[in-house]
């Protein structure tokens, strides 16, 4: 999603805010732009395409400014162009503002100022907010801001530059993550911490409704009436670099090798003494009212959910569903005491997740939030948080996120159940050994990683591929699917092995590899009778199976996964999916790590 940067310091800001765009590349964007006041002007230049072509230009222009903005747009309102990127200018070029977010009344605004006669050069939302400036014009540009604001509707962070305070940036925010980083003599602004992580760990998160100004010499913070508010400096407690590649030669690598590590740490932060101590406040009582369970999630996140859905059923013995957070946050669920939400989210800012958690609270719900970044919207506005502890997850397809919200499901799921008495204590402290043994297993999958990358090697060219898996091998297949559309643009559908014949079957031919999943011993003879019917069909099978579960024949390949208790084989059973879009999409030469279209943090609807 869209990015901001700013500066207002010493050091030549240009610089600064080239260097802080290339840090939010990660994000997804398709256009860049900064804004410098220089010699009593706004120097503005943005430009469609990468931020290495934006900064030549701006190296050209050599100018002597120390107080900017910049912004990387990712398209809603007006396709990506030159004209469409931010930073935005009123007519008088007094203003330049970006924006991220999208102004939902913008159409009745630009009317509004259309008919006094302001001209628009671009097709985005954003622009009205730099015209409103220039038609509102109070005494300070503070109060502007008040009255502005007031009359938006939808989500913004915004920053702006005044020519007549070129000292001086303003920013704000709702619905949209913006941070101040609090430097010596400088200050930062950026959409989120890496941005500004080289340079300071003391930050202003800003909270929805609040504006500030931010100055070389320090920074104020008002409420949406203009008032001051005493803010707390957040300090974070990871370094700048953990969001590096650190040797590898992409961030998606990085992370999906990072996996045992991070399982460990969560492992060890909330399982001490061979008990789970989660970070919750629920008495006994509110815990034994719980009678539904929902999770709630985009992207990976749900299908973190759908894995979930069957751990916790299975620990908790509590009916469990999923649901996306897009339509979640429409429904008029009836809900009450009884009922526990938890909000899986890795950047906690996904606009629809936030919704529903909003929703859930308001009707009454118990609500649960995981996330791995601290500090993040989610983790702010819920009592009851596990963070996921698996640092930065920079690529945009998401991988230690994903198994560190799996763990997490387990450890709430033995958490209620231990708390509510519900599991016998041998029960519960075999189940919590053989979570420790997961990390090692993980480790065993990557050792392993030739194999799966010469299955890449042999598949790569494919445009159609299938994932099939029951249950929650299935939603293990989805994520498998999801992370190879991603990152190599196969066209991959994943199904419930039993439903492929109920009509998708009628698509597969020998151009069709299918990924067979196969982790679960309970129930491999009828996984087995649904590779069959995809091996009638001349499809070209892939078998990921546990060593418990028999070899399927005629299959091109297999991937043979460490033995495992049925219940505990969803985290391994993801990594060689996860390895083999990463190794397909090399293959395919696409940026694994910035894949287009996407971006990391969703946070507009
Ligand atoms: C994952 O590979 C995706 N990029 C995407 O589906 C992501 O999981 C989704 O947007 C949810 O993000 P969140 O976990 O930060 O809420």
């Known amino acids: 999603m869209c990015g901001i940067v700013g500066y207002a310091g010493h050091r030549r800001a240009d610089g600064v805010l080239l260097q802080g765009l290339k840090k939010l590349e990660y994000r997804g964007y398709d256009s860049a732009g900064i804004a410098v006041c220089s010699a009593g002007e706004i120097f503005c230049e943005k430009k469609k395409g990468r931020v290495g072509e934006l900064q030549a230009i701006v190296e050209a222009a050599a100018l002597d400014g120390h107080v900017g903005i910049g912004h990387t747009r990712w398209a809603t309102h007006g396709a990506p162009s030159d004209v469409n990127s931010h930073p935005h200018l009123n ?40 015209h409103m400036l220039e038609a509102c014009d109070c005494e300070s540009l503070l109060e502007t801001l008040v009255q502005v604001l007031a009359k938006i509707q939808g989500s913004y962070a915004i920053a702006v530059l005044d020519r007549e305070h070129p000292e001086e940036i303003f920013v704000a925010r709702k619905s949209s993550p913006l941070v101040i980083g609090l430097g010596d003599g400088e200050n930062f602004i950026a959409s989120d911490i890496p941005a500004v992580l080289e340079y300071t760990k003391n930050m202003y998160i800003l909270e929805d409704g609040e504006i500030a100004s931010v100055q070389a010499q320090g920074v104020t913070v008002y409420d949406a009436k203009g008032q001051t508010v005493d803010k ?3 300090q974070v407690h990871w370094d700048a670099t953990q969001a590096d590649k650190g040797g590898f030669a992409d961030y998606m690598r990085k992370e999906i090798y990072e996996q045992p590590n991070a399982l460990r740490k969560m492992l060890d932060a ?34 973190a959910g759908r894995v979930g859905e069957y751990i916790l059923e299975e620990i908790t013995g509590i009916p469990v569903k999923v649901e996306v957070g897009s339509e979640y946050r429409y429904k008029r669920s009836i809900l009450d005491a009884s009922n526990l939400i938890i909000i899986l989210s890795q950047s906690g800012e996904t606009a629809d997740s936030l919704a529903s958690m909003r929703e ?7 609500l649960i939030g995981v996330t791995n970044v601290i500090g993040s919207t989610l983790s702010r506005e819920l009592e009851h948080v596990i963070h996921t502890m698996a640092g930065p997850e920079i690529a945009v397809a998401s991988t230690k996120a994903f198994t560190s919200q799996i763990l997490a499901l387990y450890l709430i799921g033995l958490f209620l159940a231990e708390s509510t008495k519900t599991i016998s204590e041998s029960q519960y402290q075999a189940y919590i050994s053989k979570l420790r043994g997961i990390p090692e297993k993980v480790e065993e999958i990557l050792r392993r990683e030739r194999e799966i990358q010469s299955i890449a090697e042999e598949f790569y060219a494919y445009e159609d591929m299938f994932f099939i898996g029951r249950l929650w091998d299935y939603p293990i297949a989805l994520e498998g699917s999801h992370k190879l559309k991603e990152i190599s643009y196969i066209h991959a559908e994943a199904y419930e092995a039993g439903e492929l014949k109920h009509g998708a079957l009628a698509l597969v031919t020998s151009e069709t590899p299918v990924i067979c999943l196969s ?53 391994l059973a993801v990594v060689p999916l996860q390895l083999f879009s990463y190794f397909t999409a090399k293959y395919r030469g696409c940026d694994v790590d910035k894949p287009r279209n996407l971006a990391k943090s969703v946070t507009v609807e």
């Open 91 to 130: 007519g008088s070029r007094r203003f330049a503002l970006v924006h991220n977010g999208i102004i939902e009344n913008y159409a009745a605004l630009k009317d509004a100022l259309l008919a006094k006669g302001y001209r628009f050069r671009s097709e985005t939302d954003s622009e009205v907010l730099a």
């Open 232 to 234: 707390k400096v957040y």
């Open 270 to 303: 909330y399982c001490k003494d061979d008990k789970i101590t989660l970070p919750f406040q629920f008495t006994r009582k509110a815990l034994q009212e719980i009678k539904q369970i929902t999770i709630v999630g985009c992207g990976t996140a749900s299908y």
């Open 360 to 366: 859930a609270k308001a009707r009454g719900a118990k």
């Open 519 to 571: 982790s679960i011993a309970a129930i491999a003879d009828k996984m087995a009778s649904n590779i069959m019917e995809v091996k009638a069909r001349n499809a070209q099978m892939i078998h990921v199976r546990s060593e418990a579960v028999p070899p399927a024949p005629g299959c091109k390949r297999e991937f043979l996964l460490p033995q495992e208790e049925d219940l505990f084989t969803p985290i």
